[in-house]
């Protein structure tokens, strides 16, 4: 069943699980998977801890005790997500240290409230290392223009961050300054660069959403023939920029003083339309020293039927430009579509958080201890 994703595993792609919850941790699963499918990490997002806790296994007994405190529903947000986060991490600490701290991590998202707000990005991402309090911690920041300078602030702190959020190339290059600047500032304090890692999330199957649709409403043979390239050659064209910048003289002055390669990390990789096969985000992103955060789904439909040939994005890069280009050509913006992403990417998570505080309010309500 896994030899696909041992094939992966050993073209240099990290297996990451997108997704956590009680259960998971509880029963047993997610060290089943880490033992038996190659998982080596975990993302969470707030819609991943919105259908978790609001599906309420496990979770009941401390939604009692915290209603009992009297505890604020933020309060008891983070105090649930990070104890979910703190115990995936230990079940992943032994990857960590077999990999020098390079997987075995768990991410966790700043509050997507805060998203175009540096300052407060900055103050909650401490705040949530020091909660989770576990070296193979990410701490996830949006790369929105605020974001920017608030991963610089946080990596020049010492702390991992996961970039997620990142749909055009234009704002990936910003984000591997950004980290560079945080290594240099890290640096500049005396630091241990070693121990700082990072990824950077590029969302794929939502580009392709997005631009099939503009396609549709075009409707001619050669619309319809772009189809479902777009969402590859924007990641394919993510690595090239990946292998640019982490050759520069910039970068091998922080690498000689130890510091870690931001590794690009595939998100959002399961198929959103049914005419592509299941694992097309997977089987044509292989490429060294990456990440592929898959959702349960497409890891199982990868262990059952994965297609692994080898590197599928070194040697494309011309192709991918050419399938970019001629979607232009078609009168589609580029810019347009990645901030319209960037956009519905905040607007999305923050209304499961939105969700999500309500759900747990009413829980902490129906569960506090009546008045005698």
């Known amino acids: 069943m896994t030899d696909a994703l041992k094939r992966l595993s050993d073209e240099g792609v990290a297996i990451w699980l997108d997704d956590l919850s009680r259960k998971r941790i509880t029963s047993g699963n997610l060290a089943e998977l880490i033992d038996q499918s190659h998982v080596v990490g975990v993302t969470t997002n707030p819609a991943i801890f919105q259908k978790a806790i609001s599906g309420g296994e496990g979770y009941e007994q401390q939604l009692t005790d915290l209603a009992t405190r009297k505890v ?36 966790i998202e700043v509050d997507p409230r805060l998203a175009h707000d540096t300052a407060a990005t900055v103050a909650e991402a401490k705040q949530l290392a020091w909660l989770v309090d576990r070296p193979n911690t990410l701490i996830k920041i949006p790369a ?27 704002r990936y290059r910003e984000v591997m300054d950004a980290y560079q600047a945080g290594l240099e500032k890290a640096k500049a304090a ?17 580009v392709d959403s997005e631009i099939d649709k503009r396609l549709d409403a075009i409707g001619t043979d050669e619309a319809k023939a772009l189809k479902g390239k777009a969402a590859l050659a924007n990641a394919r064209l993510a690595y090239e920029a990946y292998e640019e910048v982490f050759s520069s003289d910039r970068w091998n002055a922080l690498e000689r003083a130890g510091a870690n390669k931001q590794r690009a990390l595939w998100a959002s990789t399961g198929v959103k339309d049914p005419a592509y096969k299941d694992t ?24 059952d039927h994965g297609q692994i040939t080898g590197d599928t994005v070194r040697g494309t890069y011309a192709q991918a430009r050419a399938e970019l280009d001629a ?18 990417g905040v607007e999305k998570f923050e209304a499961s958080w939105n969700d999500l505080l309500k759900s747990t309010e009413a829980e902490l309500q129906r569960l506090a201890p009546t008045e005698a």
């Open 72 to 107: 604020t529903v933020e309060e008891a947000l983070r105090m649930i997500t990070t104890a979910d986060v703190r115990d995936a991490a230990d079940i992943l600490r032994p990857v960590y240290d077999r990999t020098d701290g390079q997987d075995g991590r768990v991410s």
């Open 144 to 170: 929105t223009k605020a974001g920017l300078p608030a991963i610089t602030e946080v990596i020049g702190k010492g702390i991992s961050v996961n970039v997620t959020l990142i749909f055009s190339l234009e």
């Open 190 to 206: 005396g630091l241990d660069l070693s121990l700082i890692h990072s990824v950077a999330s590029f969302f794929v199957s939502r």
């Open 280 to 303: 097309l985000y997977v089987d044509d992103l292989v490429a060294p020293n990456t990440v592929n955060t898959m959702p349960e789904a497409t890891l199982e439909a990868a262990a």
């Open 327 to 344: 979607v232009a050509k078609l009168g589609i913006s580029y810019d347009d579509v990645v901030q319209l992403l960037e956009d519905e």
